[in-house]
Nanobody, 116 residues
Framework: QVQLVESGGGLVQPGGSLRLSCAAS????????MGWYRQAPGKQRELVAT???????NYADSVKGRFTVSRDNAKNMVYLQMNNLKPEDTAVYYC??????????WGRGTQVTVSS
């Protein structure tokens, strides 16, 4: 069974930066894509950024130019560098990995709070 463990969340002031990490229990080479989603209180979970096995990336319009997703296949890690954070970025951030449409895995999430 695949396990994904997120880390790196916390409290940061507006304009600050955080780097989220997602550690996979095994090789990430088998995943067709990995990515980050977030869920704010009272809202649906939404896509933040994804990265394919070939390195192609996709971002939500709200984070383009501020967030960067990357992966380290040797370490079985996926990262989300978040810069110029805004209060509306406050949410629980989840790591997701997919081997197919039916084989999808989620982490338990890490809280990101942007507040002065």
């Amino acid at each position: 069974q695949v396990q994904l463990v997120e880390s790196g969340g916390g409290l940061v002031q507006p304009g600050g930066s955080l780097r989220l990490s997602c550690a996979a229990s095994g090789s990430i080479l088998s995943f067709i894509y990995m990515g980050w989603y977030r869920q704010a209180p009272g809202k649906q979970r939404e896509l933040v950024a994804t990265i394919t096995s070939g390195g192609s990336t996709n971002y939500a319009d709200s984070v383009k130019g501020r967030f960067t997703v990357s992966r380290d296949n040797a370490k079985n890690m996926v990262y989300l560098q978040m810069n110029n954070l805004k209060p509306e970025d406050t949410a629980v951030y989840y790591c997701k990995a997919a081997r197919s449409a039916l084989a999808v895995y989620w982490g338990r999430g890490t809280q990101v709070t942007v507040s002065s």
